[in-house]
């Protein structure tokens, strides 16, 4: 026996419609069936739905950013297709970088002193440094010494990317008190170029050593600086200009003459031996030092060991005095504007000059041009102008050979344009 599903009355198992109410038995139990599987359904698509939520909302975060602990709302909708609606509020996803504006993280550094006739071969007068961050910068640099340089002026973009500039600033034009001692000041900024607001503006005391001051060590390396003496040398200049030419009168006087012109290492056929004619224009040159410029050697002591005094050859023809080191200077200039390849040489406490003899011969004549007054004669001006062949001119700044007074340090004077490093001139 079962009961109707409809209203309860008992019937037989195996009818199908109620003698009570009519209904039929079997139509009620699919019903329910249906009903079930509805049921289950829906659940499962809640599940789902809420898994989705959470992995979008919690785990969404450690996927696309930072997530605002008191959020915003906004409301997300979507169209099912029975046009039925459903929203909710999901967190407002912020980056923190992304607000701040363009910063730049700046550093300059100047120099404590300046020697000025080393000024350009100088690293550096002040060196700037650096970067921009969240973003990218427009500045522009600015730096001076007032009545010594020029403003140097330029204009940088600043990214992540470190920038570094060393700024020597040109020298200003016309003349330049340089004879003395003086302190001076080093004027530099750093500006936005958009804005035009001043990020950096410092001023610095610096040393300002005269022209005629030279630093030859590091105190640790005495040969640190000994290159820079090629910025003594002046072969443009009018003085050296006027000394050659009174050197044409000594140069005719000892070849009797033959000569009566410099002309470097042109083979003007007038000599048996190419050497005589290099030999005879050095000659002269020392004789107009001698002779005619009046010029005479200042023993004072020399020493590579520290800072040092050194005149610029027109100072020498000018004050007819010198020590070894700026008659060396004297005659190295007068050589390098007749167009012939010398030497500075510096055995241990004493200055030389070297003249090749002929282009790529290996030998040379080592002139000592503390020799004033000059003797008149041959053997006078062989002692000064001395023929050294290779293995002489090996044995000599090594130390080893017979004329050696010790290992030289040798500075080729063409090596000043290679260098960079150049006589002061404004």
Excluded at 61 to 75: A, F
Aim: net charge negative; proline share 4%; hydrophobic share 40%.
């Amino acid at each position: 026996m079962k009961t109707c599903v409809n209203c309860g009355a008992a019937i037989e198992d195996n009818v199908r419609f109620c003698k009570i109410c009519g209904a039929d038995q079997t139509l009620k139990k699919k019903k329910s069936k249906r009903g079930i599987v509805a049921l289950v359904v829906i659940l499962l698509l809640l599940g789902a739905a809420g898994a989705g939520y959470y992995f979008l909302i919690y785990k969404g975060e450690r996927i696309i950013g930072r997530v605002n602990p008191t959020p915003s709302t906004d409301v997300l909708t979507s169209i099912d297709g029975n046009n039925s609606q459903v929203s909710d509020s999901i967190p407002n996803v912020s980056y923190t970088y992304q607000s701040k504006s363009p910063e730049a993280i700046l550093d300059m550094t100047a120099v404590d002193s300046v020697f000025p006739s080393n000024y350009r071969s100088i690293e550096s007068l002040v060196t700037f440094t650096g970067y921009c961050d969240y973003g990218e910068m427009d500045v522009v640099i600015e730096v001076e010494v007032p009545g010594f340089t020029q403003t140097y002026r330029q204009k940088v973009t600043l990214g992540r990317q470190v920038t570094k500039l060393r700024i020597i600033p040109p020298l200003i034009t016309g003349e330049i008190d340089l004879n003395s001692e003086k302190t001076a000041q080093i004027v530099y900024s750093v500006t936005d170029a958009q804005s035009n607001r001043l990020l950096v503006q410092e001023s610095k005391n610096i040393k300002l050593y005269s022209r005629y001051d030279i630093i030859w060590s590091d105190g640790t390396n005495s040969d640190a600086y000994t290159d820079n003496i090629l910025a003594w040398l002046t072969p443009d200049a009018t003085e050296i200009v006027n000394l050659k030419r009174d050197a044409i009168d000594y140069l005719s006087y000892i070849t009797e003459g033959t000569l009566e012109m410099f002309v470097g290492y042109q083979d003007m056929g007038l000599f048996d031996n190419l050497y005589l004619n290099t030999w005879v224009q050095a000659v002269a040159i020392q004789g107009a030092i001698s002779d005619i410029a009046l010029v005479r050697y200042n023993n004072s002591m020399f020493s590579m060991d520290s800072q040092q005094r050194v005149l610029l050859p027109a100072d020498v023809l000018r004050t007819r005095s010198g020590v070894c080191i700026e008659t060396a200077l004297l005659m190295a200039s007068a050589l390098q504007s007749a167009g012939m390849n010398c030497m500075l040489i510096f055995p241990p406490g004493h200055a030389q000059v070297a003249l090749e003899v002929w282009p790529f011969s290996g030998e040379y004549f080592l002139i000592e041009t503390t020799v004033l007054p000059m003797v008149e004669s041959n053997d006078g001006w062989s002692s000064v102008v001395m023929y050294l062949d290779k293995e002489q001119w090996l044995g000599y700044i090594t130390g080893d050979g017979p004329y050696t007074l010790g290992p030289c340090y040798v500075v080729d004077c063409d090596l000043g344009a290679k260098l960079g490093i150049r006589a002061m001139s404004n």
